[in-house]
């Protein structure tokens, strides 16, 4: 992870490119991870952490017909909290997270382990749901790894 983590920040300190985040499932997980890498203040300009419903509407700028129609674990969702904290943070690239990290909360359509991860830019988004298995903690890992994959592949 710190490899991955490394090249990030390489890029985006050599682009001059800075980030922001929202999380859900991951519950500030992705935040924790970013942070640590030594310099990270250079592209870091903050995240949510929006676990709940109202959060992602006050904070984040998720609109209600949204959840309403799609539910907070979904794509579309997802893509509204990327383009949220892009846009609050004015930020360069934005990357957030919405899912079931479990052991409860699954559904047969939704089920524990069902994660969306969106990567997002003015010009660009790209969202992507990922079915990851094991424990809590693995699922909220596994999420942050991707997106942070992600992010990586977008940076070139």
């Given at each position: 992870?710190?490899?991955?983590?490394?090249?990030?920040?390489r890029?985006?300190?050599?682009?001059?490119?800075?980030?922001?985040?929202?999380?859900?499932?991951?519950?500030?997980?992705?935040?924790?991870?970013?942070t640590?890498e030594?310099?990270?203040?250079?592209?870091?300009?903050?995240?949510?952490?929006?676990y709940?419903?109202?959060?992602?509407?006050?904070?984040?700028?998720?609109?209600?017909?949204?959840?309403?129609?799609?539910?907070?674990?979904?794509?579309?969702?997802?893509?509204?909290?990327?383009?949220?904290?892009?846009?609050r943070?004015?930020?360069?690239?934005?990357?957030?997270?919405?899912?079931?990290?479990?052991?409860?909360?699954?559904?047969?359509?939704?089920?524990?382990?069902?994660?969306?991860?969106?990567?997002?830019?003015?010009?660009?988004?790209?969202v992507?749901n990922?079915?990851?298995?094991?424990?809590?903690?693995?699922?909220?890992?596994?999420?942050?790894?991707k997106?942070?994959?992600l992010?990586?592949?977008?940076?070139g």
């Amino acid at each position: 992870m710190s490899k991955l983590l490394n090249d990030i920040a390489r890029s985006l300190i050599k682009k001059k490119l800075s980030l922001s985040i929202c999380e859900s499932c991951t519950g500030g997980m992705l935040g924790t991870f970013i942070t640590s890498e030594p310099g990270s203040s250079k592209y870091f300009c903050g995240g949510v952490i929006a676990y709940s419903d109202e959060v992602k509407q006050r904070v984040v700028g998720v609109r209600q017909a949204t959840l309403s129609k799609y539910g907070a674990v979904s794509a579309e969702v997802v893509r509204e909290m990327a383009q949220g904290v892009l846009k609050r943070f004015k930020a360069d690239i934005s990357i957030s997270i919405t899912g079931i990290a479990g052991p409860t909360g699954g559904t047969k359509k939704k089920p524990v382990g069902l994660v969306y991860l969106c990567v997002a830019t003015r010009q660009h988004v790209a969202v992507e749901n990922c079915m990851f298995k094991g424990s809590r903690n693995q699922i909220r890992r596994e999420a942050c790894k991707k997106v942070l994959r992600l992010l990586k592949r977008l940076l070139g």
